[in-house]
């Protein structure tokens, strides 16, 4: 069964760090796509970052460029979103997901991924 597992979340104050983690079961990182996204409510899933575990490319949200880094573990099945001078804006729950398929410039689109873990919460205070 594959399953996806986030953690790392928290409260953190304006310009605060904090480092997420996606650990995933029941699958290698091999040949999978890892993308994380965000949600506040009442709107849309967004995608925040992704990495493509073979070759590691990466995508980036502009919003996050430059300040938030994905990387992955392929040994531990882990990938990680290294967050910095993190904003109010950045509150949200972040949902890592998982797909098989490299989907390049699309990999921003929630319902392209069939594999979700259950979400962690950032809190970034003023």
């Known amino acids: 069964e594959v399953q996806l597992q986030a953690s790392g979340g928290g409260l953190v104050q304006t310009g605060g760090s904090l480092r997420l983690s996606c650990a995933a079961f029941?699958?290698?990182?091999?040949?999978?796509?890892i993308t994380w996204f965000r949600q506040v409510p009442g709107k849309e899933r967004e995608g925040v970052s992704s990495?493509?575990?073979?070759?590691?490319?990466?995508y980036y949200a502009d919003s996050v460029l430059r300040r938030f880094t994905i990387s992955s573990d392929n040994a531990k099945n882990r990938v990680y979103l290294q967050m910095n001078s993190l904003r109010p804006e950045d509150t949200a729950v972040y949902y890592c997901?998982?797909?098989?398929?490299?989907?390049?410039?699309?990999?921003?689109?929630?319902?392209?991924?069939?594999?979700w873990g259950q979400g962690t919460l950032v809190t970034v205070s003023s």
């Open positions: 990495i493509r575990s073979d070759d590691g490319s990466t």
């Open positions: 997901a998982a797909d098989s398929h490299a989907y390049g410039t699309s990999w921003y689109d929630p319902y392209l991924y069939a594999y």
């Open positions: 029941g699958f290698t990182f091999d040949h999978y796509v």
